[in-house]
């Protein structure tokens, strides 16, 4: 069975512009969850979605935004880029989220650098 | 609110003597507690996780974590340690009693095994 894909692996934007990641969850899992890693803040939360609704969400500003389409596939992003926005962002899956003890998979990561 | 510490943001140690990388949590309830790896440039691997039952949990590659309540403790333990083990490793917490709880992660702790 293959893994959490995220697209695309390396992404190199400027300041103002807008970014969009996508993650493909492991076929049979139904929530994706996005995290940001940096060195500073180690890893965030962003927002999990479930059957194309957000179900949680972290703390981060309104550019941070999110989609799941029906096949499970989620796409985020990020509006008006800031330096800070650079990080690895993780996309994760489980089956459905609503057990708690489910476990997470996780995708390679996306890496935005801002210049 | 719930919280994970790992209060180590590195540990050294020798080929083939045990390891332990420390986790401390808070929750407000009963925990679900995971154990995650990140090798450069990957994403998160699933090791292991405790959700109830015996406290010893073992895991991926010869990785087992005890559950202690009383000290609200985690550890990841290792009997021998291989080079390859070296990585940066998660500690992950979510409080099973809210319904709507995320998964909070550690800050990470970097495992270096010296030949």
């Known amino acids: 069975k293959a893994g959490v894909t995220q697209t695309p692996r390396y992404l190199i934007k400027t300041r103002g512009q807008q970014v969009t990641l996508s993650c493909s969850p492991i076929?049979?899992?139904?929530?994706v969850s996005w995290y940001q890693q940096t060195p500073g803040q180690g890893l965030q939360f962003l927002f999990e979605?479930?059957?194309?609704?957000?179900?949680n969400k972290g703390n981060f500003p309104g550019r941070f935004s999110g989609r799941q389409f029906s096949n499970s596939r989620s796409e985020m992003n990020v509006s008006t880029l800031e330096l800070g926005d650079s990080a690895l962002y993780l996309c994760a899956s489980s089956l459905s989220g609503t057990g708690r003890e489910e476990t997470q998979y996780f995708g390679p990561g996306t890496r935005l650098l801002v210049l | 609110a719930q919280s994970v510490a790992q209060p180590e943001d590195q540990v050294n140690v020798a080929e083939g003597n045990p390891l332990t990388v420390k986790c401390t949590y808070s929750v407000s309830g009963n925990p679900y507690l995971f154990w995650y790896v990140q090798y450069p440039n990957r994403g998160l691997q699933f090791l292991l996780k405790y959700i109830t039952g015996d406290n010893l949990v073992k895991g991926s590659y010869g990785f087992e974590a005890e559950f202690n309540k009383s000290q609200t403790s985690f550890h990841l333990k290792k009997p021998s340690a291989l080079v390859s083990d070296s990585a940066l490793y998660f500690c992950?917490?979510?409080?099973?009693?809210?319904?709507?709880?995320?998964?909070?992660f550690g800050s990470g702790t970097r495992l270096s095994i010296r030949p």
């Open positions: 979605y479930f059957s194309e609704t957000q179900r």
């Open positions: 992950a917490v979510r409080d099973i009693t809210s319904s709507a709880s995320k998964i909070i």
């Open positions: 076929s049979g899992h139904r929530s």
